[in-house]
């Protein structure tokens, strides 16, 4: 049987000025429109707390104002959150991606694998578990996060789908100077690992070349944008059945692209990647 489920990203408008107060109440506003949408999850932009103007890990996670609000907010609109945040931990900081659930309470970590330049000293190494690239169950959809420059590395996208993904999510800050250049790899990581793919991300008015785009999208296991928010601040909402598969022309293979492309592949040729 189809299972319904309604996940919610953002695109938020990023203030010309450094105003991380601002930045806080349009993600907390993000969580209260989706919780009104009924949205079951919602997916917020990297970092608000830094692209806000605050120092990279100046807060621990347990005193950081912002996962507090987020938490507020979640429980308060009945809605699970995806975001990510500049924390301090033992060693320096890490840009930690974390899952909220219903209840306010904080039940899934993934820090960030792939520095973007400018952000070279944080932490890579797991900080709540052992599990580099960790895949959670909520309520019956098993999701991993990743945050923006991770979207150039596709191996950690692939193991993703091997742990049986059903979504990745990711917050994200990143600009495309053409359009179409991320959105290309944004697509390719869902067809190649039959997953749906949501980011969400800030937008810079008016648009041009080399400023936040917006657009914050969610894609389907065979490339289709099935929502966005265009080139504008706001909410959007996708329904889909996150168990969906593209299915599979020929006989055999589950009936579907995924079970295929995990059944004929050879890792056994593949030791290039991690030496």
């Known amino acids: 049987m189809a299972t319904s ?32 949408s009924n949205a079951d999850l919602v997916v917020l932009p990297e970092e608000p707390d830094v692209v806000g103007g605050w120092a990279a890990g100046l807060c621990t996670l347990k005193d950081h104002p912002f996962v507090r609000r987020f938490q507020m907010e979640a429980q308060r609109a009945n809605v699970a ?34 520095p973007a330049p400018g952000e070279e000293q944080i932490i890579t190494k797991p900080l709540y578990n052992d599990d580099p690239f960790p895949v959670f169950d909520f309520e019956g959809v098993r999701l ?15 193991i993703y789908g091997l742990k049986g993904a059903d979504l990745v999510c990711m ?36 648009f041009l070349a080399g400023k936040s785009m917006g657009y914050a999208k969610v894609i389907a296991p065979d490339g289709r944008i099935i929502c966005s928010t265009g080139h504008r601040a706001g909410v959007a909402i996708a329904e889909f059945d996150p168990k969906w598969r593209v299915p599979f022309w020929g006989e055999g293979y589950g009936g579907n692209l995924r079970t295929m492309f995990e059944t004929i592949r050879r890792p056994d040729l593949y030791k290039p990647l991690v030496e």
């Open 5 to 36: 489920f309604r996940l919610a990203v953002c695109s938020v408008e990023r203030p010309d000025e450094a105003d991380a107060t601002a930045l806080l109440e349009s993600c907390a506003e993000c969580i209260v429109r989706a919780g009104a």
């Open 81 to 114: 959150v995806v975001g990510s945040l500049s924390v301090q931990a033992k060693r320096g900081y890490a840009n930690l991606g974390f899952l909220i659930d219903r209840t306010g309470k904080l039940t899934g970590f993934y820090n960030k694998k792939h």
């Open 144 to 158: 991993a996060i990743a945050i923006c420059m991770d979207i150039h590395f596709p191996e950690m996208f692939r």
């Open 171 to 206: 917050p994200t800050m990143y600009l495309d100077y053409t359009g179409d250049m991320l959105e290309s790899l944004e697509k390719a990581r869902a067809i190649d690992n039959g997953y749906y793919f949501a980011l969400s991300r800030y937008i810079t008015n008016p």
